[in-house]
């Protein structure tokens, strides 16, 4: 019986003078770690567009008709123009100019007494005095009448000129400005001008 028992004896003993020889393995296990995800490309904002300019306007075409030829086609102005043929002017502002118009339309024409206007139209040198009052040299536009406290006319006399609301000739309103023609421009008022009366020469006292 111990013959039996001394072999296996010596192979248990073996085997534990082996497992106490090996070291054990201390160092903890790595554990890999993930990659970081890239971060998103953002793609850049475009530059804001520049907001584009509004168009400026065209130009207004170039007059193609004189005054008389303009006033004429209004069809507004028949009282002045026949006035103006009866005063001999039609020619004159028919020539080169420049001039500017104060025009009275056929309603601003009405407002003066019947008898007066039919006085006045049978009147040529009168009737000249009163038309030439109505036109000032040159081209003068509603932008630099505004800014005139007076103007000269063909007459001789002097316009007053109030533009503090809207523009007002010698208290007529120009109710249509700057309508341009190929010798000057017209601007249509309101009510008829009629020029101040000359101041009458003082009398000579006897001698």
Do not use: Q, R, W
């Given at each position: 019986?111990?013959k039996?028992?001394s072999?296996?004896?010596?192979?248990?003993?073996?085997?534990?003078?082996?497992?106490?020889?090996?070291?054990?393995?201390?160092?903890?296990?790595?554990?890999?770690?993930?990659?970081?995800?890239?971060?998103?490309?953002?793609?850049?904002?475009?530059?804001?567009?520049?907001p584009?300019?509004?168009?400026?306007?065209?130009?207004?075409?170039?007059?193609?008709?004189?005054?008389?030829?303009?006033?004429?086609?209004?069809?507004?102005?028949?009282?002045?123009?026949?006035?103006?043929?009866?005063?001999?002017?039609?020619?004159?502002?028919?020539?080169?100019?420049?001039?500017?118009?104060?025009?009275?339309?056929?309603?601003?024409?009405?407002?003066?007494?019947?008898?007066e206007?039919?006085?006045?139209?049978?009147?040529?040198?009168?009737?000249?005095?009163?038309?030439?009052?109505?036109?000032?040299?040159?081209?003068?536009?509603?932008?630099?009448?505004?800014?005139?406290?007076?103007?000269?006319?063909?007459?001789?006399?002097?316009?007053?000129?109030?533009?503090?609301?809207?523009?007002?000739?010698?208290?007529?309103?120009?109710?249509?400005?700057?309508?341009?023609?190929?010798?000057?421009?017209?601007?249509?008022?309101?009510?008829?001008?009629?020029?101040?009366?000359?101041?009458?020469?003082?009398?000579?006292?006897?001698?």
């Amino acid at each position: 019986m111990k013959k039996s028992l001394s072999p296996l004896f010596a192979v248990v003993v073996a085997l534990s003078i082996a497992a106490c020889g090996e070291k054990k393995d201390t160092t903890p296990p790595v554990t890999e770690t993930p990659a970081p995800e890239p971060a998103p490309v953002v793609a850049a904002e475009p530059p804001p567009a520049e907001p584009e300019k509004p168009a400026e306007p065209a130009p207004p075409p170039a007059p193609t008709k004189d005054i008389l030829t303009t006033a004429t086609d209004a069809g507004n102005f028949t009282t002045l123009l026949s006035a103006l043929d009866k005063a001999a002017l039609t020619e004159t502002l028919k020539g080169t100019g420049p001039f500017t118009v104060f025009a009275p339309t056929d309603e601003a024409f009405a407002k003066v007494p019947k008898a007066e206007l039919d006085k006045l139209l049978k009147n040529k040198k009168k009737l000249a005095e009163v038309l030439n009052y109505h036109v000032v040299a040159g081209s003068v536009k509603a932008a630099d009448v505004a800014a005139m406290p007076t103007a000269k006319t063909v007459n001789g006399a002097d316009l007053t000129i109030d533009a503090t609301s809207g523009v007002k000739i010698n208290g007529a309103t120009v109710i249509s400005p700057d309508i341009m023609t190929t010798n000057g421009v017209i601007h249509v008022i309101d009510t008829v001008l009629m020029p101040p009366k000359a101041a009458k020469p003082a009398a000579k006292k006897a001698g």
